[in-house]
């Protein structure tokens, strides 16, 4: 008997790395799973995104474990697109139980050299992203008086970090959203969380942009050159945890073993948030 035997999760960014690994999580414990994904490309976006095979192959390692996956290829920048994601939800499965706003994205550039498309692709997806897959499932979470929802925020939601100002900017203002939100749906019994990743082992950190990020100093920097740096962010002696880590820790939000945990953000980033304020 699993954890979530009954229930219907709504994962967005589901195609791979920490979505997949979500939906397969959630699926082992007997949940139905829905993703969505943009599966496309966006320009200001510096490595190439998920596409419609990786939500195939999540939908795939979903049904190996005998749980139904319905993949929809939607962009959570536009609200009506999340909104038609979950009324389909509603259509097929009559409810949506979990939200797992995961989608997101990642680029460089300082301030002073970011384009207007930088900054709006960034706000648009990991923020207002995050806002139009919650607003689209509230009514009906609040109707139900059940709902357990959870933003994926990060690390640089907690500390200022050069080169990524759009990206800390998105992902502090999911915290607050969270925050915020919590408050207002504590009544109907919906818990809303985020979780805070330091660097996560998936495409979102394993590519020329990012390496670049943690080595200026090199012409064209690998994994290898960027692994002390990695490291250096940690506590733990590692470069970067699993996306299966995070999942676990969402796992736990949503179970009825966290049901009175609302309007917080739970850290999975060896050691990194032992240096933040208390």
């Known amino acids: 008997m699993g954890k979530l035997d009954g229930k219907v999760a709504v994962i967005t960014g589901g195609a791979r790395g920490q979505g997949r690994s979500h939906a397969v999580t959630l699926a082992r414990e ?37 749980r139904r996956c319905v993949a929809v290829q939607a962009d959570v920048r536009d609200g009506a697109q999340m909104q038609a994601v979950v009324d389909r939800v509603l259509s097929e499965f009559g409810k949506v139980d979990i939200l797992l706003a995961n989608a997101g994205i990642s680029s460089t550039s300082t301030v002073v050299d970011m384009t207007d498309e930088q900054w709006r692709d960034m706000i648009d997806t990991n923020l207002t992203g995050v806002f139009n897959s919650i607003r689209a499932v509230l009514p009906h979470m609040i109707e139900r008086r059940s709902g357990r929802i959870v933003a994926t925020a990060s690390m640089a939601g907690r500390v200022g970090m050069p080169n990524i100002a759009h990206y800390v900017a998105a992902k502090w203002g999911v915290i607050g959203l969270v925050k915020s939100v919590a408050m207002e749906v504590a009544q109907y019994g919906i818990t809303v969380n985020a979780v805070c990743p330091t660097t996560v082992n998936t495409p979102m950190i394993h590519n020329d942009a990012t390496y670049k990020l943690f080595r200026p100093d090199l012409e064209n920097p690998t994994a290898d050159d960027a692994l002390a740096a990695f490291s250096s962010l940690n506590v733990l002696p590692i470069p970067w945890v699993e996306p299966e880590d995070i999942s676990n820790a969402i796992l736990f939000l949503i179970s009825d073993d966290a049901r009175y945990i609302t309007g917080t953000a739970v850290e999975v980033a060896a050691g990194m948030n032992a240096s933040n304020a208390a």
């Open 30 to 66: 007997g949940a139905d799973i829905v993703i969505c994904d943009i599966a496309a490309q966006i320009d200001t976006v510096p490595y190439p995104m998920a596409t419609p095979a990786d939500m195939e192959e999540t939908v795939r390692l979903v049904e190996d474990l005998d």
